[in-house]
């Protein structure tokens, strides 16, 4: 007796601890915070199909990995806290379509972001006008000064990282460019005719550099150099290289939640699973009197270690993700339901009452077994069925129904045993008996 | 619980809703939302107040997109579904009305048709795969009694069992699945991956209810068999009836309960998938009480006939 009561006493300081935890956490900053998903938080979901028909089969894995590696340094540029890129391949069920998911929380204005990620770097080449100066600072905006010769970075063949060969010091990074045939042919176009004037090189609209044609070049390969650092001209190189996009990609799905409406959804499922959870407590105590108290106390044990886990594994927390813990707060209570039902049963069997209760756990931990194995099916399914919003419904709802069943079985039981309430008459009768009995 | 003499009152209510969800879904048939179809859905608000929806349906036509839904939503906000659009045909239909005061853009969804033909497949093939499980999880949970309820002098043998279940399920999603078709057809809703979710739900939660009685029944006969006593066996579904009855009630009152409340009171977002379940649990509850078992009641009185 005493060591049940000890242990309940236990259980009772975990949750206690594991509320403290729940509820110290819930600063924006913290870093066990409520992961909430765009719906929620007001955001951006991109979906963009990679059009991989071009690639060879054996470097489809290594081109998307290098999407999202650019797409990624994109999205980082634009500022958004916490973004994720993710490839994906629709899976031997689909038709096996690769396709690339930006997320942008926080940001509701999605031209921009669709801008910034469709954008590639753009090389581009121009002739310096006679007379016209290149060290100006303000050189680049200048357009008036310069002249376009038709050679940009869509004739580029690789770049190159290499040291030295350019026209400053030896050590210095340089960026070597490889051009296509047709590029080769008009860059060597371009130096014949136009020996001893400065060629531009533009990166996004900024001048590089303005080396001096000395010669024609026909081998197609020009030395870019600026001030660049080992680090910028690798990015260089990796951007050209990748600068008509390693895949090309194509937007197919949008979606754009407002952060109020998010709020105002996050607000709506609070509300939701706290009245539901008022109602349902009242439904047990009334109806199941003590075994009913017992389990609305272990269903909000129940209900702290789910949110604890929430933080912990984390998981991200969607509309749907709410109507799954929703839901399964009430199939938590079905164990409960059962146990009582079958105590009840034993004790109309003129049974003692630690045993009743010892018995109709054990009976009915068959019928909670076989129950819960039908609704770890579904959302094992579920979960494997996959978009983002059924695997967040499908992870809570599988979460809950493995949490509820030991908390119901192993929590209710030993608070049950511990109260010690003889059932053989009077208010002890009254209170274990359920429904109408009086 | 008297069944041998209501027998036939048992099969009205399942019978008329079956019979209206087929008509409902024959007729009207399910509207695949635009996560399921491709499409789009914009929903904007007007702080200072929303023009008149006719002045809205008006100046969208003038765009060209195809038909476009105008449907009032909350106190200022309005909720435009059209065809999958591209983000500079979202700003032109943005940009226009903006044109009847200032607008605010609250939420935009646009899917391609090609990822919504791909969630369609997925949607069937986890269907698909929800319903073989389950039947292969009513074959195991029922392997015990082939054998040992033969024994018994009329009884029903274990596939029977099976069938009525899986039978029960049936009339369990074709239900909320009616619904939607007749809701479909009065205010245009739409069903969407989470209503595929919510049925498939369903499925692994009213088989339970099911089985429950299944199992009782099954207990009985057994211990009929031991103490060698003999007893009808409609009578031994009505005590099993009787014996779990309050057991079934409960625990799908508790879900209906959560399930109201996210309903009433929950985001927007998850009102039809509420709709849905509550409406699955209540016939599942009484479909294992009124369907399936006098079902398995009529099987056993049809085969003796016979022999």
């Keep these: 007796m005493f060591a049940i009561r000890y242990t309940a006493v236990l259980v009772l300081v975990v949750a206690a601890l594991v509320g403290v935890f729940v509820w110290k956490t819930n600063a924006p900053d913290s870093y066990f915070a409520f992961k909430l998903g765009l719906d929620l938080s007001g955001g951006t979901h991109l979906v963009y199909n990679a059009d991989t028909t071009k690639v060879p089969a054996a470097q489809v894995a290594e081109s998307m990995a290098a999407l999202q590696t650019v797409i990624e340094r994109r999205v980082n540029a634009f500022g958004v806290g916490e973004p994720v890129v993710q490839t994906e391949q629709s899976g031997a069920l689909g038709n096996g379509a690769y396709r690339l998911i930006v997320e942008l929380p926080g940001v509701s204005d999605v031209n921009e972001a669709i801008a910034m990620i469709g954008q590639t770097p753009l090389l581009e080449f121009k002739l310096v006008k006679q007379g016209e100066l290149t060290t100006l600072p303000d050189v680049s905006i200048n357009k008036a000064a310069f002249e376009d010769t038709g050679l940009t970075g869509a004739y580029l063949s690789s770049a190159a990282l290499q040291f030295g060969n350019g026209t400053g010091v030896a050590t210095m990074p340089t960026v070597l460019i490889n051009f296509n045939a047709e590029g080769t042919r008009l860059f060597a176009d371009i130096t014949s005719k136009n020996i001893g004037r400065e060629l531009a090189i533009f990166l996004d609209g900024t001048m590089l550099s303005a080396p001096v044609i000395q010669d024609s070049i026909t081998n197609g390969s020009a030395v870019v150099s600026g001030n660049f650092t080992a680090q910028s001209a690798k990015e260089l190189v990796t951007n050209l290289n990748l600068g008509a996009l390693p895949v090309p990609i194509a937007l197919a799905s949008t979606q754009t939640i407002g952060a109020t409406l998010g709020e105002e959804a996050t607000r709506a499922g609070v509300f939701a699973g706290v009245l539901g959870f008022l109602a349902l407590s009242l439904f047990m105590i009334l109806w199941y009197r003590l075994p009913g108290l017992v389990a609305v106390v272990s269903l909000f044990i129940y209900c702290l270690l789910m949110l604890a886990l929430f933080k912990l594994i984390p998981v991200v927390l969607t509309a749907a993700g709410i109507a799954g813990f929703i839901l399964s707060v009430g199939l938590a209570v079905d164990a409960n339901v059962l146990i009582a039902e079958r105590i009840k049963e034993e004790l109309a069997d003129g049974k003692k009452t630690n045993e009743a209760i010892r018995e109709g756990f054990a009976r009915a931990w068959l019928a909670i077994r076989d129950s819960n194995i039908a609704h770890i099916i579904a959302a094992v399914i579920l979960f494997w069925f996959g978009t983002a919003l059924i695997k967040g419904f499908a992870l809570v709802f599988g979460l809950g129904v493995i949490i509820s069943m030991l908390s119901a079985i192993s929590i209710s039981r030993t608070f049950l045993l511990a109260l010690g309430v003889s059932a053989e008459k009077g208010v002890g009768r009254f209170l274990m008996l359920s429904g109408l009995y009086k | ?307």
């Design chain 2, 1 to 307: 619980m008297d069944i041998s003499k209501n027998l036939k009152y048992f099969f009205i209510l399942p019978a008329i809703l079956s019979v209206l969800s087929i008509f409902a879904l024959v007729s009207f048939g399910l509207k695949p939302g635009i996560d399921l179809v491709g499409g789009s859905m914009l929903q904007v608000s007007y702080p200072e107040g929303r023009p008149p929806v006719e002045q809205v349906r008006a100046l969208v036509e003038t765009l060209q997109f195809g038909e476009i839904r105008v449907q009032p939503t909350g106190d200022n906000a309005y909720l435009l579904r059209q065809r999958d659009l591209s983000n500079e045909e979202k700003n032109q239909l943005e940009a226009v009305l903006g044109g009847l005061g200032p607008v605010h853009e609250d939420q935009f969804t646009s899917v391609g048709p090609t990822l919504g033909a791909e969630l369609m497949r997925k949607a069937w093939i986890a269907i698909v795969l929800v319903v073989l499980s389950i039947i292969f999880f009513i074959a195991f949970a029922f392997r015990r009694v082939s054998g040992e309820s033969e024994k018994e002098k009329g009884t029903v043998s274990s596939w029977k069992y099976g069938v009525v279940a899986v039978i029960t399920l049936l009339h369990d999603i074709l239900v909320p699945a009616g619904l939607f078709a007749f809701l479909g057809f009065v205010n245009g809703a739409e069903v969407d991956a989470l209503f595929i979710v919510a049925l498939l739900t369903i499925l692994g939660i009213s088989i339970n209810d099911t089985i429950v009685i299944f199992d009782r029944i099954r207990e009985n006969l057994r211990l009929n068999s031991e103490r060698h006593k003999h007893e009808e066996f409609e009578s031994v579904v009505g005590r099993s009836i009787t014996q779990t009855l309050a057991r079934s009630i409960s625990t799908s009152l508790t879900v209906v309960i959560v399930l109201l409340a996210l309903y009433f009171v929950g985001p927007i977002a998850t009102k039809d998938f509420a709709l849905t379940l509550i409406v699955g649990m209540v016939a599942g509850t009484y479909s294992s009480i009124f369907l399936a078992s006098p079902m398995l009641v009529a099987w056993q009185r049809l085969s003796s006939k016979k022999n």
